[in-house]
């Protein structure tokens, strides 16, 4: 299985940016696509970008895609989310997460890492 360790979370000021890390081991090879996602206390995981692995076709929500990019290192072996004009909503525990190819879903999540935006 997928090993993903996400980073780069952390106490940011509204209005300001933060790049997310995630780090993928054990068969990043097999991978179709890698994606963010994140989940406040209390709410359901919102879907909040994607990028394919070999051909690096991204995804980005219409209600996000103004502020988050996903962007990817293959060579890293890292997926980044670039996440700027932060807001207070934004305060939510992300997670990257790994999907192999033929996969309807993704199957491998990472720990997640804390972002919280404060005014």
């Known amino acids: 299985q997928v090993q993903l360790v996400e980073s780069g979370g952390g106490l940011v000021q509204t209005g300001g940016s933060l790049r997310l890390s995630c780090v993928a081991s054990g068969g990043t090879s097999n991978a179709y696509a890698i994606g963010w996602f994140r989940q406040a206390p209390g709410m359901e995981r919102e879907f909040l970008a994607a990028i394919t692995w070999s051909g690096g076709h991204t995804f980005h929500p219409d209600s996000l895609k103004g502020r988050f990019v996903i962007s990817k290192d293959n060579a890293k072996n890292t997926v980044y989310l670039q996440m700027n004009s932060l807001k207070p909503e934004d305060t939510a525990v992300y997670y990257c997460?790994?999907?192999?190819?033929?996969?309807?879903?993704?199957?491998?999540w990472g720990q997640g890492t804390q972002v919280t935006v404060s005014s």
């Open positions: 997460a790994w999907r192999a190819p033929g996969a309807s879903d993704f199957g491998s």
